[in-house]
């Protein structure tokens, strides 16, 4: 856990924490010999992969971004990417329950984003935040619901559609504010419709970029994960966020990385991306 002040608004990392991924899949096109160098993977090929939230305290609200695996993965999925569950407990440490979030933003609705947004209580799902209002793309929502071959598995129903169907969760059509200083964008790439969470404070900014750079060591522009629908367009999305974040000096907040939940990402006189982790005093 990790936290930071952003103009007036304090953001703490907080983490579900860390499964399990083939490295393969998780560096996509990109040799082994070249990415292990960043991510050393163990006898399986497997790489350890962080489960990273945001909770953002305005003075006004309580915003969690994304909510990890959670609890309720079928025993299929627990055998395959383990089951860690951190997520309420690394709360508690940093002194917030359940009932102090008031509101939660899903990047997109693959499992390991929003496991947490319900929860099973006496046999039933239930919001995990009772007083949250909750916020997802609506793109992701009619996707998943599609079901298709190539990534029905990604999407669990109950992790949103109880939400939905009490009126607790509004699905987002693009881009637009949530509460002041604090808005969504949509990055397609990963997904269609998947958005990041740009939070604004005083004359400083950071994003929760979520899987379109899923890690420090995701950085370069064609590291591209082969979990990606669109692979071409998660280039031309890192191409316009780095655009705007690296002039400006965004803070990126990193969805997977087990080590570093934030930094800034730079570009040496070689043009060489540079992931550079904030000063402990910020």
Avoid at 151 to 165: F, G, H, Q, R, T
Wanted: charged residues 25%; proline residues 6%; negative net charge.
């Amino acid at each position: 856990m990790q936290r930071l002040t952003l103009g007036d608004f304090e953001l703490i990392a907080v983490s579900d924490g860390t499964y399990r991924l083939d490295g393969g899949a998780f560096f996509g096109v990109i040799p082994k010999v070249m990415w292990e160098k960043k991510v050393k993977a163990d006898a399986e090929n497997y790489v350890p992969v962080g489960l990273n939230s945001v909770v953002v305290r305005t003075g006004q609200h309580t915003v969690l971004i994304e909510t990890g695996i959670g609890n309720k993965l079928p025993e299929r999925f627990v055998k395959i990417f383990g089951q860690p569950a951190k997520l309420l407990d690394n709360l508690n440490a940093v002194g917030i329950s359940p009932e102090d979030i008031d509101i939660v933003i899903n990047s997109h609705l693959h499992f390991d984003h929003c496991g947490w947004n319900t929860t099973l209580k006496d046999g039933k799902i239930v919001p995990t935040f009772p007083k949250a209002k909750y916020y997802a793309p609506e793109g992701e929502w009619q996707h998943g619901r599609l079901q298709l071959e190539r990534d029905a598995i990604s999407y669990m129903s109950e992790n949103y559609d109880p939400l939905i169907k009490t009126g607790q969760m509004e699905l987002l059509r693009g881009d637009q504010e949530i509460v002041p200083g604090i808005s969504v964008r949509v990055f397609p790439g990963h997904t269609l419709h998947m958005q990041a969470v740009i939070i604004e404070s005083g004359s400083q900014t950071a994003c929760y970029i979520s899987d379109l750079i899923p890690t420090s060591a995701h950085i370069d522009l064609t590291w591209v994960m082969a979990f990606d629908l669109l692979p071409l367009r998660t280039i031309e999305s890192r191409k316009r966020y780095y655009a705007q974040s690296i002039p400006e000096k965004w803070l990126t907040m990193f969805t997977h990385d087990p080590n570093v939940p934030w930094a800034y990402v730079e570009k040496d006189e070689r043009g060489k991306m540079l992931a550079k982790p904030p000063s402990t005093d910020e």
